[in-house]
């Protein structure tokens, strides 16, 4: 590609429109418009042109969604529009696995290989796509079928794999998640108006005793799609309660409940918050990591799906407390039915006034933004993920400076994952004094575990930590065997883990299972992301 402005084939009308969708039109001929006599003598810039490169990552879906790939006409009005110098929009074009700068037919198939589909059935699946589309990543072309696959890591589905997501783009844009992928399934998936997204997870004790249930407590019981469903079953009173102690009294009861981050370093969330909130510099701003790509996880997927205005109650207490007005919730692109779920309540919140300038009347301001990831492991990294949200390469960042002091836009930022925030109004309702003596001493709360499709009861499981795994997935009688037959569980989960490899699982063999009960901090179980093993452990 030659990295200069001024291509020889500008971008087309539809990609043009693609990016007006995100920016509105072109105001002057500077920016790509049409180009009138005043552009002669003035030149707008400055600060309002820097403004623009975090729309970066919108805009390149836009394109990708619209035209299939991301032509050098669509880049160089792209970098004409944010002001942004090829070299570097180029940069971040080809760092995400989603995006495409080379042409590429309308639907790619990604099929996941990773260890919960490997046990089941994911290799036979890409030997169909082999037999039916040819190698993986072949032309297109050359099929018949203007369709490519390619073999993809977990897509976070493993309750239900094997999985595939099929990439549409087009007008009528779509993601289709398949899960178990079906031969069948396949071909009105392959339709330009492919059927609606993934079918409602499972979760196994939505149906049974519920009483363990804190974090899954609504899921299956409510209609997600529905804020007077979630406000019928307390929501939002976690959120006055909040404001009614103030951000002090939220972060002592936090530092109460003892409460540690879920997202691999399992630093106190309490200790985090005060440091953005007592922080003099602003704005503050105040993140959700969605990105969950940990291959086996899937807990803060259902969760959003399953109740997504959870999350919002819970960033916006976070927002309040944090002393920041605007919010965002990062989720990976592999997850469009929880990023449209999203999406919709907060247009709900925003409607009824649980989100914008004076949040249920209360005299706060906050918003939240729901930015789409495009296929990148270490854009959970949080570093990483704010670069992202910057629209640059998600690349981590040194530490420190660590983002409480200097984070998103090099302003103070807290950052926390999904399943810490659903702890918050959990907290708040019973109190942070209480939430320590839930789980062991070291390892407060219920934890969602996620089980593969392969044992008895696949889905997240929300059981007290210091418990046995006996119990969990219902009662080692696995499909294959329990955790037995799984062959057995993976270690770690956390950080460990996915630092050396997003590949690597290491797992421990059944005969090295015990059932006594395991601290949260164990190595075992420092994410609680229980995975089936590979064939070759059976
Ligand atoms: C390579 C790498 C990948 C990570 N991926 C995720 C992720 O997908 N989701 C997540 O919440 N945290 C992830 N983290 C941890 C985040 O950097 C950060 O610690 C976390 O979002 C903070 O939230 P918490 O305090 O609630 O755990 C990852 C860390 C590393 C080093
Ligand atoms: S979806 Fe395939 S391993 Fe998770």
Known sequence: MDLRL???????????????????????GWEGGQREAADGHVAYGGHAARAQP????????????????????????????????????????????LFRTTPSPSTVIHVCDDLACRVNGAEQVCEQMERRFGAEGADAASNGAGVAWQRSPCLGQCDRGSAAMIQHAGAEPARVVLAPVDPDQLRPALSPMPPAGAASPLVPQAAGDR??????????????????????????????RAVAAGPQGVIRELKDAKLLGRGGAAFPTGVKWEAVATNPVRPHYVICNADESEPGTFKDRVLMEEDPYALLEALTIMGYTCGAEQG???????????EARLRHAVGQARSRGFLGPDVMGEGFAFDIEVRRG??????????????????????????????????LFGKPTAINNVETLLCVPEILRIGGAAFPW???????????????RRLYRPGPDGYQVGGTRRPVGGGGRGAGGGWAGAGGVPRGGGAAVRRGCRRSSPVVPSSQQRSA?????????????????SPRLR
């Open 6 to 28: 001024g291509v020889a084939a500008p971008a087309t009308g539809e990609e043009r429109a693609a990016v007006a969708s995100v920016l509105g039109p072109p105001g002057t």
């Open 517 to 533: 009960p395991r601290p949260w901090a164990s190595a075992a179980v420092v994410k609680c992301r229980i995975r089936a093993a």
């Open 374 to 407: 495009a296929g990148a492991y270490i854009a959970g990294e949080e570093t990483a993920l704010v670069n992202s949200i910057e629209g640059k390469r998600a690349e981590p960042r040194n530490k420190p400076p660590f983002p409480a002091q200097s984070g």
């Open 211 to 240: 009483s363990p249930l804190r974090l899954l407590r609504r899921v299956g019981q409510m209609d997600p799609g529905s804020l007077g469903s979630y406000r019928a079953m307390g929501g939002y009173e976690m959120l006055r």
């Open 328 to 338: 965002y919730i990062y989720i990976r692109g592999e997850y469009p039915l929880a």
């Open 54 to 97: 975090h729309l970066l990552l919108p805009v390149l879906h836009a394109v990708q969604e619209r035209a299939g790939w991301i032509s050098p006409g669509a880049l160089d009005h792209i970098c004409t529009r944010l002001t942004i110098p090829p070299a570097e929009a180029y940069g971040v074009a080809s760092f995400y696995a």
């Open 438 to 452: 839930i789980g062991t001493p070291t390892s407060p709360r219920t934890p969602p575990f996620c089980l593969p």
